[in-house]
């Protein structure tokens, strides 16, 4: 498969990342405790998607294929808790974190004839950037996004995430899978990335994040994405929407 980071040896469009903070990495996960945490608690990678070029963070994305009567990929970053987040004081077991996500289908289901990969790939990649470059952190419940006001995808009205436990994904117990402590006492924790529409960040917004997680769970929507499941925040009467347009 080719790397959707794996830009061609152009002079003027790679001294333009580079003058923007991008640089060019080749070396294998900085943290092979995180490594194997992945191989032992979501399965042995199909393969491994290396970036070639990075910013704040080297992220590679390990590529978990169908097994075990499984009929979906998962999706689980490495390198992004390379570096701590800035996490408040009293919060130190939240500083270090990788995303999870799962999609439907075999790994060459989510990459098309140019080589490019599924949005969410890219956009994993991109939520995992998030806190390094804007000095925040992640823990259970926070919501990503929307990172513009466009959706994420070509094929789907969902414009954030939300973040919870890996629940479908894990070849362990989930919450065995949920957090690992690394041999220098550092913790790394594994938050699953949920799509959401905007209404239910909404509902997130003025509920707080357990009446969004409690209705997606009771609707059984978790780490799988699904690019046109239903809303399951309270509809609001839209003459748009009830007309169809």
Known sequence: MTNAFDFD?????????AADGWTTMTHEPINLEVAE????????????????LSKYVHLDVFVIAPSRGRTFTTYVTSGM???????????????????????????????DGN???????EQIRAYA??????????MLGHT??????????????????????AIISPIVDSIAAFRTLLSTGAAVTFLAVEPIYPDELELKLKRGPDALIQRLEGAQVFELYNPVRPCVAPQKFNLKRMFGR
């Open 9 to 17: 040896e152009d002079e003027d469009w790679t001294a333009a990342l």
């Open 37 to 52: 945490h992945i191989r032992r608690c979501f399965g042995e990678p199909d393969t491994v998607l290396h970036e070639h």
């Open 81 to 111: 808790s390379d570096r701590p987040m800035q996490t408040p004081v009293q919060l130190p077991e939240w500083s270090r974190a990788e995303l999870v996500i799962a999609l439907p289908g075999p790994p060459e289901d989510h990459v």
């Open 115 to 121: 080589g490019r990969f599924h949005y969410m790939i």
């Open 129 to 138: 950037r998030r806190p390094h470059a804007v000095g925040s952190y992640y």
């Open 144 to 165: 990503v996004g929307p990172l513009d006001d466009d959706p994420i995808g070509p094929d789907t009205d969902m414009t954030a995430a939300v973040l919870s436990r």
